[in-house]
Nanobody, 123 residues
Framework: VQLQASGGGLVQAGDSLTLSCAAS????????MGWFRQAPGKEREFVAG?????????LYADSVRGRFTISRDNAKNTVDLQMNSLKAEDTAVYYC????????????????WGQGTLVTVSS
């Protein structure tokens, strides 16, 4: 599967932004989908993930729970990350990822990665 992330940009603290990841290839619904981010000088970290199929299992990092919402549309082969109440510390390159194993927050366990989209939140 190939992944293409989009939707990043420059926003102010408190604003909202939606990232979208489009997947090419077949059997999108069989993939666990996730979003990770990497801030300057920091390691890549898990943001949110959604299970395969209907997405009945969703995980969030503590830092974004209650502000971010992940969702998937298997008909369109997309996974979105709705980000509300953005903070300066949310500034990072956001990556879409996919895998066909279990939904886990460890980036080493994800096989497929998109190119990343930059989100900058000014305070």
């Amino acid at each position: 599967v190939q992944l293409q992330a989009s939707g990043g940009g420059l926003v102010q603290a408190g604003d909202s932004l939606t990232l979208s990841c489009a997947a090419s290839g077949s059997s999108f619904s069989s993939y666990v989908m996730g979003w990770f981010r990497q801030a300057p000088g920091k390691e890549r970290e898990f943001v949110a993930g959604i299970s395969w199929g209907g997405g009945g299992i969703i995980l969030y990092a503590d830092s974004v729970r209650g502000r971010f919402t992940i969702s998937r549309d298997n008909a369109k082969n997309t996974v979105d990350l709705q980000m509300n109440s953005l903070k300066a510390e949310d500034t990072a390159v956001y990556y879409c990822a996919a895998d066909q194993s279990n939904l886990v927050p460890d980036s080493d366990d994800w096989k497929y990665w998109g190119q990343g989209t930059l989100v900058t939140v000014s305070s």
